[in-house]
């Protein structure tokens, strides 16, 4: 059973930047599309980048367009990153990564993967002065 952790998170102030990782603790990220969620206090989660298992095909939400990138590691085998820069506080929120291993990235992102049940245990990330 694949198992997911995530880790990078923390504080930092307006225009700073976070690296988020996504490790399978157990079995290989090798063959799933994998995404980074966020849900901020109050609000319901949303996907914020997806990429899938070659890491040719990416989909972003419009409002980190040009300010995160998601990617695979070299051998896409275990670990997915999410860069973060420019960070606003907007931001701000609880970021968890999953997995599907038949999703498009477009469904996945959009939540509409019928069988997204590989989650990770998520990781905070706030930005503010």
């Known amino acids: 059973q694949l198992q997911l952790v995530e880790s990078g998170g923390g504080w930092v102030q307006p225009g700073g930047s976070l690296r988020l990782s996504c490790t399978a603790s157990?079995?290989?990220?090798?063959?799933?599309?994998i995404g980074w969620f966020r849900q901020a206090p109050g609000k319901e989660r949303e996907g914020v980048s997806c990429?899938?298992?070659?890491?040719?095909?990416?989909?972003y939400t419009d409002s980190v367009k040009g300010r995160f990138t998601i990617s695979r590691d070299k051998d896409a085998k275990n670990t997915v990153y999410l860069q973060m820069n420019n960070l606003e506080p907007e931001d701000t929120g609880v970021y968890y990564c999953?997995?599907?291993?038949?999703?498009?990235?477009?469904?996945?992102?959009?939540?509409?993967?019928?069988?997204?049940?590989?989650w990770g245990q998520g990781t905070l990330v706030t930005v503010s002065l």
């Open positions: 157990t079995g290989t990220l090798q063959y799933y599309t």
């Open positions: 990429i899938n298992s070659s890491g040719v095909h990416k989909t």
């Open positions: 999953a997995a599907a291993q038949f999703a498009t990235v477009e469904d996945m992102c959009a939540q509409r993967y019928k069988y997204l049940d590989i």
